[in-house]
């Protein structure tokens, strides 16, 4: 059995919300026999996540992985190649969201690489719950990698080696590591089911942790200060604030006074379990997958009425009214778009 470390050098969780969800299904892992930690892992089959800010394009990369796997025991899934191009920090939000799909015999395999071919190091981490991470040592993995820590603790981190016998050494383009190095790791890793004897150097765990200072919600004053991290397909703004910050977890219909710190746009908004608590058209906030509230509008897109800036805009949330009577529509209790 591998020997577990959990790695002093990543911060606490960001969002608990999604630690849950990840307990919850290696829970039904377990039910379908899958070890989730210790014991013996079966010879079952493989998922690979792929994440990119390839675009439309980036469909190739998961083609490249399923073929260097042991075909018919893998099944590559793009689960998103519509990062911001060059954005480490949506790369990093997207996959800490995705958490709770990291469940034994997967691998997270991410090219979002800025620096793609200089001497930023390629790695794979392999996590206590047997899940791996292979892409750039750049921080695209700090956050995900915090909760893996955080429960299932680190067996191993490797640098992957340009010279090693498992990816493409001739004709290879240092542009295009996923192609020539990460999918081919990826590969590497199903046929051997585990990281393969001779990949690269280890990386000493007592060292290996988070590479980027990331800015944490914090409470001032009673007020809730964090930031938008991402804009969402469906226009809502996603912010790094957890509900337990101002402790909305059990107050569906808590009333929000909302500000943005750039562009001093506000709103008040409820808090809400679902988008349907809301009048249609009407603004809300609510928790979504990855833990974190998100500003949204019902049957709307928020990018588009809400004047906060998308990325990186600064945002205050204070608790106005602590509970709203809750009705089948709670929409009259956003008050006025100021």
């Known amino acids: 059995m591998a020997e577990i470390f959990i790695s002093p050098n990543f911060k606490n969780p960001r969002a608990p919300h999604t630690l849950l969800q990840l307990k919850e299904a290696i829970r039904l892992c377990e039910q379908g026999g899958i070890a989730a930690s210790g014991g013996t892992f079966p010879r079952t089959r ?61 691998i997270f395999l991410c090219v979002v690489d800025p620096e793609v071919g200089s001497e930023r190091t390629p790695i794979v981490v392999q996590g206590g719950n047997k899940t791996f991470f292979i892409g750039p040592h750049n921080g695209v993995f700090d956050l995900v990698l915090r909760g893996i820590n955080t429960i299932y603790g680190l067996v191993k981190a490797v640098e992957i080696s340009r010279n090693t016998q498992h990816v493409i050494r001739e004709g290879a383009i240092h542009a295009v590591d996923g192609d020539a190095i990460f999918a081919p790791a990826a590969g590497a890793i199903v046929r051997h089911y585990g990281i393969p004897d001779g990949l690269g150097a280890e990386i000493p765990l007592s060292q290996f942790g988070e590479v980027r200072n990331w800015e944490e919600a914090r409470l001032e004053n009673g007020k809730a200060h964090g930031s938008i991290e991402w804009v969402d397909h469906y226009g809502t703004f996603v912010t790094n604030i957890p509900p337990g910050l101002l402790e909305l977890d059990d107050r569906p219909g808590t009333l929000l006074a909302i500000r943005g710190e750039k562009s001093n746009f506000s709103i008040t908004a409820p808090y809400a379990t679902h988008f349907a608590a809301v009048e249609a058209g009407k603004p809300l906030v609510l928790l979504q997958g990855n833990g974190f509230l998100h500003i949204a509008i019902n049957h709307g897109r928020a990018v588009e009425h809400l004047g906060f800036e998308k990325f990186g805009e600064g945002i205050e949330l204070e608790v106005l009214q602590a509970k709203v009577e809750e009705t089948a529509k709670i929409g009259w209790a956003t008050g006025a778009w100021r």
């Open 46 to 106: 493989w998922a690979i996540n792929v994440v990119s800010d390839w675009g439309p394009d980036g469909s190739r990369l998961g083609a490249q992985a399923v073929n260097y796997a042991w075909r018919g025991n893998v099944h590559a899934i793009d689960l998103t190649h519509d990062i911001k191009p060059f954005d480490i920090r949506h790369a990093a939000f997207v996959l800490e969201s995705n958490l709770r799909l990291a469940v034994p015999n997967t």
